[in-house]
């Protein structure tokens, strides 16, 4: 699995004009699924997620959790972050096929859930158009 996490002030997805999912302060994330990943890694990057200090304290040190901000979690699936751009034209034949993909964007969005986050979702697959204020910037890249 691949992450691009990016903490925000806020973040929407819109499908066919419509906003499906909208949260405030709290983590944009792009999830790409790969080939061989396994609900066993998305256990273990939720978990990293919601124990990740990457908010800023009293003293402007990032010492607070999204618990301790209160914050919420835009989840968009990305097959995308999969590009081999060896060649001019991407090739994305390492993503997850779109069924076992699918699954395991639900799964994630559903661990993340019981880990108590507040979770909106993109809609797998669809052309979404995604609108973010990121703070900071901060961005970060799990695997």
């Given amino acids: 699995m ?4 990016q903490r925000v002030l806020s973040a929407s997805v819109e499908v066919e004009n419509k906003i499906i999912g909208e949260i405030g302060q709290g983590y944009l994330i792009l999830l790409g699924v790969g080939q061989e990943d396994t609900e066993t890694d998305c256990d273990r ?6 124990k990740l200090r990457i908010f800023s304290d009293e003293n402007d040190k990032t010492n607070l959790s999204i618990n ?8 968009i699936s990305q097959f995308t972050l999969y590009a081999d751009c060896k ?3 991407p090739s994305f034949s390492n993503a997850g096929k779109p069924d076992m993909a699918e699954k395991l964007y639900n799964y994630f969005i559903d661990k993340l859930r019981e880990k108590g986050q507040h979770v909106e ?13 990121n703070n900071g910037p901060f961005t970060i890249i799990l695997e």
Wanted: hydrophobic share 50%; proline share 0%; aromatic share 2%.
């Fill in 2 to 5: 691949k992450i691009v996490l």
């Fill in 68 to 75: 301790d901000v209160k914050g919420e979690i835009l989840v």
């Fill in 121 to 133: 979702a993109g809609s797998f697959g669809a052309s979404m158009k995604v609108e973010l204020t």
């Fill in 45 to 50: 990057l939720a978990e990293k997620i919601v």
């Fill in 87 to 89: 060649k001019n034209r």
